[in-house]
């Protein structure tokens, strides 16, 4: 009977809310909904919304820019790769006069499970391409890849899946994965260099020929590596190993690059290996090598495309990371390079989900919406820290300053995060960001004939551009966002989105099919293969006679293996004699801002539905406006545009009026990094605390500074009599004695973050004392005795400069 109880009350409860939904409806806008309760009536409103944008785009661009790339959403006309000017690659690499808007859109229609448009599209593909992509089109092997390869793919998946709505069955030949195979083996003589790594451009007619060296020589590490996904997708459908191999032989070997602090370089030259940027970060040009390496482990359950993703997400955090955003540092040294992010950046967020990081991810996108707050979207450069006095500038100038890059070309990367983090915290918060970006797309951004970007940021003025990334991916995440019940959402396939939101999926009958079936018989890769592992050929070529048939010999193992070697000697020999000690990057303390939202009578509370813990249970909502107040300016013109997270409707019913956001901290905070040869490895305990039972590897340490009565990261006053009861002497040397034997401190150390990851208040660091002192060569390093920098007191706290780190001790 409980039960029934139960059902009763959800059906009181409902009726509550449909007679809220009558008094607070907005009938002004036609809805008969109150927004931002996101009732399921509501979502459906969204979520039409979407399919209107995106149907309105789409058909405008059938009737006016089909058979060419792009339709221009502002001017009306086709936007066409320049024909006259083969070296204008700004257009021309992604526009190969293959309709790329079309291509790119199919998964969305079959998002949207609208079979009939599914199916039209599809044949309209097939009738547009006769004769496959015999295009004279000189275009980047990259973007191909992930906008025209990967889509077809992923159209095909749809089209033959049963279990698919909009799955095509008789009516379907195949022609998509015909069309995908015609692709895959026009680009796949991009990866016969010198390397084995691709060339970035290649030209679908007549290959590499002809082709300039300003054409061929740079490339970056996402555009080096990521073919691996699409084509080893390829692969699988086709049980040809080639795309695989040669495409994944790249990935390793682009991951062979690393520096000894596991950071990837930008970009090289993939026919000498020259670094041209020695810097990293999770920006422009690097961003898809760990999200294939992420996405790549899990859609093909590869233990190895994991631990890449492992050690440089590691890495990432130990280095580039801050509290709200990943700075790009530098490779080896890891300071910091450039002090701005890239708009690419908002996708990180989503990844960190897929990786089960939900609280860092939290961290990360809020930084995107705060930038969305004040820039109406997102920069596609934001510098955050001013390199030189703004005293005096005006406001115009300021925001000049601010933003290196001033375009947003309706990227998707932020929505894309939003809607991962929705999923894994069902928080309305991000469904409110969801309804305001798309209130933004219609009303800010929606042109006489499809969507516009910003051109300026600046001044507002708008980009007469829709790239085909809005309807393929924007729109695509915004309509899942709002779309719970999706069969994306309710699949136990492992659906896996490309860079390029393209849903992927192997089941397990395909995977057998294309162990049992695999194959790989053109010479020319096969050789080529045997002479890019030159230095291993001999080892190579003993694996290749003791396999059974030579021809199916599993390269991509034997290729690994030799990677794998080839890597840890550079890294043994990297080993330093001394670890490094330094201190760098200083916090600057910010100001107080309490938000003090007027309480509401709370109508909601005993309603069966999500509550927004962000709005209720995040006390740093507000802090990144204190931390960076100098550089995120908003143009003059956006003066009255809202924070959208204090959007009073939405925040009237979801937050229980008792959201407070704690005051910054008055305290100074810096990073130590103690970095020892040898692997990382540490323990986090239950509780948060932490465990480190060697000091080997890279560890970086943040240590607040606090005096008496300072506010302290996490909101509270340091009370004097604590400091009093602390011991500064070195119980293991003389040298704090000097201080005058004065036991009470002036000031004390606390650490707050361990690479990367967030101490709580009441979080320890356990040090065991024997990893401060190496008495002997270890792992091929050399003696060394922490404890001539630190020091240790009675209390077993760690001494820094004579002053105890409150929260680590030495046992
Ligand atoms: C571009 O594609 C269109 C439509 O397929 C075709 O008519 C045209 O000849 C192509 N242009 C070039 C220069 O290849
Ligand atoms: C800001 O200062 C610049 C340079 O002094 C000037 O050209 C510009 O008109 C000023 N803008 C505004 C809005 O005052
Ligand atoms: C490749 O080799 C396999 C096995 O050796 C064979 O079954 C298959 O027909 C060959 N495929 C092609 C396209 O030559
Ligand atoms: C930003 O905050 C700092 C310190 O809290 C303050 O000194 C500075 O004036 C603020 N800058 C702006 C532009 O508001
Ligand atoms: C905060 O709200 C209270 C009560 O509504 C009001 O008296 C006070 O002035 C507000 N403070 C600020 C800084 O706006
Ligand atoms: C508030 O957040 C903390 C961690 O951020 C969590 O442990 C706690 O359960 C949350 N409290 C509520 C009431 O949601
Ligand atoms: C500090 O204490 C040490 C030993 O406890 C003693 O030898 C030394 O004289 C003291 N120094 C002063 C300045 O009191
Ligand atoms: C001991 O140190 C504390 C903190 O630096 C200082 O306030 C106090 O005056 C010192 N006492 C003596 C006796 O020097």
């Known amino acids: 009977m409980v039960w029934y109880y139960t059902e009763l009350y959800l059906v009181l409860i409902y009726f509550i809310s449909l007679l809220d939904i009558a008094t607070a409806s907005d009938h002004s806008r036609g809805q008969d909904f109150a927004p931002y309760h996101f009732t399921d009536k509501e979502l459906i409103y969204y979520r039409n919304e979407v399919k209107s944008l995106f149907y309105e785009s789409l058909d405008n661009y059938l009737e006016i820019a089909y058979p060419f790339d792009e339709l221009l959403p502002i001017s009306c006309v086709a936007k066409k790769r320049n024909f006259d000017d083969p070296g204008d690659i700004i257009t021309n690499d992604v526009l190969g006069n293959f309709t790329t808007t079309l ?44 906008r025209i390869l990967g889509s077809l793919i992923s159209a095909h998946l749809y089209a033959t899946d049963p279990s698919k709505k909009v799955f095509l069955g008789d009516d379907y030949d195949g022609c998509l ?37 300003d054409l061929v020589q740079e490339n970056n590490v996402a555009a080096l590596g990521c073919p691996m996904f699409e084509f080893t997708m390829l692969s699988v459908l086709t049980n040809d190993a080639k795309y695989e191999i040669m495409t994944r032989y790249a990935f390793d070997k682009v991951w062979s690059l ?5 950071l990837l370089p930008m970009s090289l030259n993939p026919q000498t290996l020259a670094v041209y940027t020695q810097i990293s970060g999770i920006g422009a040009s690097i961003d898809s090598i760990y999200e294939y390496a992420l996405k790549g482990a899990i859609l093909f359950d590869d233990q190895d495309l994991y631990e890449v993703w492992h050690d440089s997400y590691t890495a990432l955090n130990i280095n580039s990371k801050q509290d709200w955003l990943y700075a790009n540092v530098h490779q080896y040294t890891s300071m910091l390079a450039t002090p701005w992010i890239d708009s690419l950046s908002a996708f990180f967020p989503g990844l960190q989900v897929l990786n089960g990081d939900i609280e860092a991810a939290t961290y990360q996108n809020l930084m995107s919406l705060k930038l969305w707050d004040t820039y109406g979207g997102i920069p596609e450069r934001w510098n ?38 929705f999923r894994a915290t069902n928080d309305p918060f991000y469904l409110n960001t969801g309804a305001h970006i798309l209130k933004d797309l219609k009303t ?39 779309d ?39 010479t020319i890769y096969v050789d080529h293969i045997r002479y890019v592992v030159d230095e291993d050929k001999r080892k190579l070529e003993k694996e290749l006679k003791n396999s059974k048939n030579s021809k199916q010999f599993d390269l991509v193992k034997g290729i690994k293996r030799i990677y794998n070697e080839e890597a840890m000697s550079p890294a043994m020999q990297q080993i330093h004699d001394r670890f490094k000690y330094q201190i760098s990057e200083y916090y600057k303390p910010g100001m107080c801002v309490i938000s003090n939202f007027t309480q509401h009578k709370d109508r ?34 956006l003066k009255y545009y809202d924070q959208m997270e204090i959007n009073d409707q939405f925040y009237k019913i979801w937050s229980s009026g008792k959201a407070i956001s704690t005051p910054s901290s008055s305290t100074f905070s810096m990073d130590i990094v103690i970095d020892l040869p040898g692997k990382l490895r540490w323990n986090m305990l239950g509780n948060g605390d932490i465990q480190l039972d060697t000091m080997y590897g890279r560890r970086k340490i943040r240590l607040e500074k606090i005096y008496p009565n300072d506010l302290d990261t996490y909101g509270n006053y340091a009370e004097e009599t604590v400091f009093s009861r602390l011991d500064r002497n070195d119980i293991r040397s003389e040298r704090c004695i000097e201080v005058g034997n004065n036991t ?58 004579c002053i105890p780190i409150v929260n680590i001790f030495l046992e």
């Not at 994965?177 to 016969?192: E, M, N, S, T």
């Not at 690393?258 to 596991?262: A, E, F, G, K, M």
């Open 604 to 637: 909601y509370q005993n309603k069966v539905m999500l509550s927004s813990n962000l709005l209720n249970n995040f006390s740093k909502l507000f802090e990144i406006e204190n931390i960076y107040n100098e550089t995120l300016i908003k143009p003059d013109y």
């Open 103 to 146: 291509i790119d859109a199919l998964t969305t229609v079959a998002v949207f499970n609208d079979r009939d448009k599914f199916k039209e599209l599809v044949n309209l593909v097939k009738e547009t391409f006769p004769n496959g992509f015999a295009i004279d089109s000189t275009i980047q092997v990259f973007e191909t890849t992930i």
């Open 744 to 801: 009470s401190v002036p000031y004390i150390y606390r650490a707050t973050r361990i690479n990367g990851i967030f101490l709580s208040e009441s979080n320890n660091i356990y040090i065991n004392k024997k990893a401060f002192i190496s008495d002997e060569a270890h792992e091929g390093g050399a003696k060394f005795n922490l404890f001539d920098n630190f020091g240790l007191n009675k209390d077993h706290h760690l001494l820094l400069e």
């Open 258 to 262: 690393r520096s000894d602090l596991d």
């Open 177 to 213: 994965l015909d069309l995908a195979i015609d692709l895959g083996d026009r680009l796949l003589p991009a990866f016969l260099t010198n390397t084995g790594l691709p060339v970035p451009r290649i030209n679908l007619l007549t290959g590499l020929n002809g082709l300039t060296m």
């Open 484 to 522: 719970d019940k999706n069969e994306i959402h309710k699949t136990r396939d492992n659906i896996i989105f490309s860079t390029e939101a393209q849903p992927m999926w192997i089941s397990t009958e395909l995977k057998h099919r294309y162990s049992r079936n695999r194959y790989f018989n053109e």
């Open 384 to 421: 955050f820290q001013p390199d030189c006095p703004l005293q005096g500038l005006n406001n115009s100038e300021l925001v000049d300053k601010v933003l290196p890059l001033e375009w947003y070309p309706l990227r998707p990367e932020f929505i894309e995060s939003t809607y991962y983090l």
């Open 444 to 482: 800010r951004f929606k042109q006489k004939c499809g969507l516009a970007g910003i051109q300026d940021i600046r001044t507002g003025e708008p980009q007469d551009r829709m790239e085909s990334f809005v309807l393929s991916e924007t729109l695509k995440y915004l309509f899942l966002l709002f």
